[in-house]
Nanobody, 126 residues
Framework: QVQLVESGGGSVQPGGSLTPSCAGSGLTYSRYCMGWFRQAPGKERGGVATLDSGGLTSYADSGRGRFTISLDNGKNTLYLQMNNLKPEDTAMYSC????????????????????WGQGTQVTISS
């Protein structure tokens, strides 16, 4: 059974940084797609960044150059380093993963991923 647990959200001022993490268990790390997705109140869920076992990363335009997705295989933990945060980055951030999927893109919005965490809130305000 796959379990994903996010942590590391919070509230920071514009221009600040946060690095949410997603601790996973039960995944096959030789083949996977993992990603971060976010949903703001009143908006649809959108893709932020994805990483697959082939080494492909993809980023939404909104975060490209500011966000970095990475996986620590030894800790079974996925990270999303977010720098220069903006008020429009405010959302619930969730991680998702699936060992049945080998290639993935942020634009899929996680529709092809079967395992999700509970989410961690990120709030950017002055």
């Amino acid at each position: 059974q796959v379990q994903l647990v996010e942590s590391g959200g919070g509230s920071v001022q514009p221009g600040g940084s946060l690095t949410p993490s997603c601790a996973g268990s039960g995944l096959t790390y030789s083949r996977y797609c993992m990603g971060w997705f976010r949903q703001a109140p009143g908006k649809e869920r959108g893709g932020v960044a994805t990483l697959d076992s082939g080494g492909l990363t993809s980023y939404a335009d909104s975060g490209r150059g500011r966000f970095t997705i990475s996986l620590d295989n030894g800790k079974n933990t996925l990270y999303l380093q977010m720098n220069n945060l903006k008020p429009e980055d405010t959302a619930m951030y969730s991680c998702a993963a699936d060992s049945r999927v080998r290639i993935c893109y942020y634009s899929d919005r996680g529709r092809n991923l079967g395992n999700w965490g509970q989410g961690t809130q990120v709030t950017i305000s002055s």
